[in-house]
């Protein structure tokens, strides 16, 4: 099957959620014996403006196409032509800085039982280790998945974490960040869902 990608950026010179997420999804189509082409604008005052400039990476093309003027400008104009409007809602303070802190300090306050550390560390290694993962949580996205279920702990008056905590926030933290391998038809969601079904809450 041949396909192909457009995305508004691509490494390396952007690598961020989206960027990073279309390369894994990329090298995991070839891997699974497509041909793959990936089209993404790049600014290069040398070339001239759409000029077309194709590299090969990872088994896969990429066609850069040059885009040296603002693309964003027709956007900007509407967020400025919105926010100028007096018919936009009006957004009220609900709390003050000084509660936001009690409110952080709080969740730090948190605590997390070795058992409760012993399963997150678990689905992090899920991630990391089964076949239908190409991209698995991080370290820093296991610490998100914990801040998480230390704020859904303290949301329901709670000072320990529970792992209904985790696997509650666990689509909103860990949803986005997994990419599924080539040989798996599920998304992100589906990931998630095998995580809460394949993990035990208890080791063994």
Same mark, same amino acid.
């Given at each position: 099957?041949?396909? /192909? ?5 691509? =490494? ?7 960027? &990073? $997420? ?22 290069? =005052?040398?070339?001239? !403006? ?13 066609? @850069?196409?040059?885009? &040296?003027?603002? =693309? ?16 936009? *809602? ?24 070795? &058992?409760?550390?012993?399963?997150? *560390?678990?689905?992090?290694? $899920?991630?990391? !280790?089964?076949? !239908?993962? !190409? ?12 801040? /998480?279920?230390?704020? @859904? ?13 985790? *696997? ?11 990419? =599924?391998?080539?040989? $798996? ?10 995580? *809460?079904? &394949? ?6």
């Amino acid at each position: 099957m041949r396909i /192909c990608l457009v995305t508004h950026a691509f =490494p390396p010179y952007e690598r961020t959620g989206v960027e &990073n $997420y279309t390369f894994a999804l990329a090298k995991a189509f070839v891997r699974a014996g497509n041909t793959v082409e990936v089209f993404a604008p790049r600014r290069d =005052p040398v070339q001239a !403006e759409f000029a077309l400039r194709r590299e090969e990476t990872e088994g896969f093309a990429v066609n @850069w196409i040059t885009l &040296n003027h603002d =693309p964003f400008g027709p956007r900007e104009m509407l967020l400025r032509q919105q926010s100028d409007s007096a018919e936009r *809602q009006q957004l009220v303070q609900r709390i003050d800085a000084a509660q936001l802190q009690e409110i952080r300090a709080a969740v730090r306050e948190v605590h997390a039982s070795d &058992n409760l550390l012993d399963y997150l *560390q678990r689905l992090v290694a $899920y991630t990391r !280790e089964s076949a !239908e993962f !190409e991209v698995g949580l991080s370290p820093r996205g296991a610490l998100a998945l914990l801040d /998480c279920a230390r704020t @859904w702990a303290v949301m329901h008056n709670r000072g320990h974490v529970v792992p209904e905590d985790v *696997q509650i926030v666990l689509p909103a933290v860990a949803g986005h960040r997994l990419v =599924p391998s080539g040989d $798996y038809a599920g998304d992100g969601a589906a990931l998630v869902a095998l995580l *809460q079904r &394949n993990v035990d809450v208890i080791g063994s």
